[in-house]
C-alpha cells in the first residue's frame, strides 16, 4: 500500500507561482509513474501532467502547457509541480497520483490508470 502526502497548496494572486510536493511512502518509488489531477468548483477531475517513473517522459494538459512544470527526484522520493503564472481558472484542489509497476517510459494520461492518490491540497488564484 502506498501513501501519498500532497503538500504545498495556498492562495496566490493571478499571475504568481506556487509548487506542489508529493512524497510517496514506498521502496520501489521510480517504477511508479506519477501525475497531478486537479477539481475545481463544480468541476470534474481533469488531468494536469503526468511524469514517466524515470523521469524522462512528462506530458502536460493543453490549459497548463508551457507554464507548469512536473519533476521528480527518485533519490528523494519526491515529485513536485511548479505553477507560474498562475490564473484565477488553475483554482482546485490538486491531487497527486501513483501508477504502480508503470511500463519503463510510459506516460499515463487517464484517471482510471491509477491506484493512489494523496488527499489533495487546496489552491487558489485571486484576480
Known amino acids: 500500500q502506498v501513501q501519498l502526502v500532497d503538500t504545498g497548496g495556498g492562495l496566490v494572486q493571478a499571475g504568481g507561482s506556487l509548487g506542489l510536493s508529493c512524497v510517496p511512502s514506498g521502496r520501489t518509488f521510480s517504477r511508479y509513474a506519477m501525475a497531478w489531477f486537479r477539481q475545481g468548483p463544480g468541476t470534474e477531475r481533469e488531468f494536469v501532467a503526468t511524469?514517466?517513473?524515470?523521469?524522462?517522459?512528462?506530458y502536460y494538459a493543453d490549459s497548463v502547457k508551457g507554464r507548469f512544470i512536473i519533476s521528480r527526484d527518485n533519490g528523494k522520493n519526491t515529485v513536485s509541480l511548479q505553477m507560474n503564472s498562475l490564473k484565477p481558472e488553475d483554482t482546485a484542489v490538486y491531487y497527486c497520483a501513483a501508477k504502480a509497476s508503470a511500463d519503463d517510459g510510459a506516460l499515463y494520461l487517464r484517471e482510471s490508470a491509477y491506484h493512489y492518490w494523496g488527499q489533495g491540497t487546496q489552491v487558489t488564484v485571486s484576480s
Open positions: 511524469i514517466s517513473g524515470s523521469g524522462g517522459g512528462t
